[in-house]
């Protein structure tokens, strides 16, 4: 008699399970480390390419505007959970963070992401006027303005996805439920200023790059979601460097002076009043988002539980019954952990 082979998926499934169970094996800290460095290298690594490809090919016109648009949601939407392997797309999703706010989440939100913006960016002033940062060129001189101001809007988003998919999802998001928020925040902050250090500046803006981190983490944390980061991320980078290229407004607030030269001049300490009143504001406003976030998160799981728990009671009797016991104690341990989107795939088990 002839054994029948192993399907083809049951074949792949054991040639990587030694892979897989050292994989599962790993501690939380380095696997979230690894994939969030991982989404950020893919996401920002592919879109830079494209961006020097333009700056090779016709520099005068952006067309790798739309090009690089493309690629980050495709790419975004693929670590987020929207395509690929059905298993996996839990997973990606909880790690990528990127919920969806209401009408009232968006409002506290902006209330929020205002003032942590104006905090940092004073902040940043501030740690320029304490220590001297080397200036460094953004783009060529000779670039029309219409490619300048294009290509600064892109590198802008490019950051802002990047690096809140990689270090404020896929890093911090799995690091809050192993260890806390605080240690999740500080380990994202930290790698997210390391991943600086291929600029010229990036040594000496580790105070700006790390209150920056930390201030974007508090804003993901409160908001159950890296889109509104992405947004404060974006639109800093965008007004820094529009203004440093523009030249609005006066010199010193896009080209700060050290204290050591000018001394401590009316702007520092206008600065300093700056950075406390903001701070005093995003800490209240963060709390206000937190609480709303808390309030409908809590709302929407209650409303999903019951409609699973509908659903099973209607719709499966007869699947729920007949499965093993064992299946029966993961669904109760799902349902426990709310993990939703899990346990509605997990629904369609067969016994």
Not at 170 to 197: C, D, M, N, T
């Amino acid at each position: 008699m002839i054994t029948p082979s192993l399907p083809e998926r049951n074949k792949w499934s054991l040639a990587f399970s030694p892979l897989t169970s050292w994989w599962t094996g790993l501690p939380v800290l380095l696997k979230s480390v690894f994939n969030g460095l991982f989404v950020f290298i893919i996401l920002s690594s592919g879109a830079t390419s494209l961006f020097i490809a333009n700056m090779a090919i016709f520099p005068s016109i952006p067309w790798s505007v739309p090009v690089i648009l493309l690629y980050l949601w495709v790419v975004f939407q693929f670590f987020n959970g929207r395509w690929g392997t059905r298993a996996s797309s839990p997973a990606r999703q909880q790690s990528m963070r990127a919920r969806r706010l209401g009408t009232k989440e968006w409002g506290a939100a902006w209330s929020a992401i205002i003032p942590v913006m104006i905090f940092f960016i004073a902040v940043t002033i501030v740690s320029y006027r304490l220590i001297e940062v080397p200036s460094e060129e953004l783009l060529p001189s000779d670039m029309p303005w219409w490619s300048v101001y294009s290509t600064l809007l892109m590198i802008s988003i490019i950051a802002g996805v990047s690096e809140e998919a990689g270090f404020r999802g896929y890093i911090q998001a799995p690091l809050e439920k192993r260890y806390g928020p605080w240690f999740a925040i500080s380990v994202a902050s930290v790698l997210f200023w390391l991943a600086h250090l291929n600029h010229a500046n990036g040594v000496p803006r580790v105070l700006a790059l790390f209150i920056m981190g930390a201030s974007l983490g508090a804003l993901a944390l409160c908001a159950r979601s890296i889109l509104p980061a992405i947004i404060a991320h974006a639109a800093a980078d965008t007004i820094v460097f529009m203004g440093s290229v523009s030249g609005i407004g006066p010199d010193y607030l896009w080209i700060p002076v050290p204290i050591k030269e000018s001394g401590m001049d009316g702007f520092f300490w206008v600065t300093i009043g700056v950075v406390i009143i903001s701070g005093i504001a995003s800490a209240v406003t963060l709390r206000r988002l937190s609480a709303i976030t808390l309030l409908i998160v809590a709302r929407d799981r209650a409303a999903e539980r019951e409609s699973i728990t509908y659903l099973f009671e209607q719709k499966t009797d007869r699947l729920y019954w007949t499965l093993h016991a064992e299946k029966k104690s993961q669904l109760r341990k799902l349902i426990d952990y709310d993990i939703v989107q899990s346990l509605a795939v997990r629904c369609y088990i067969r016994s």
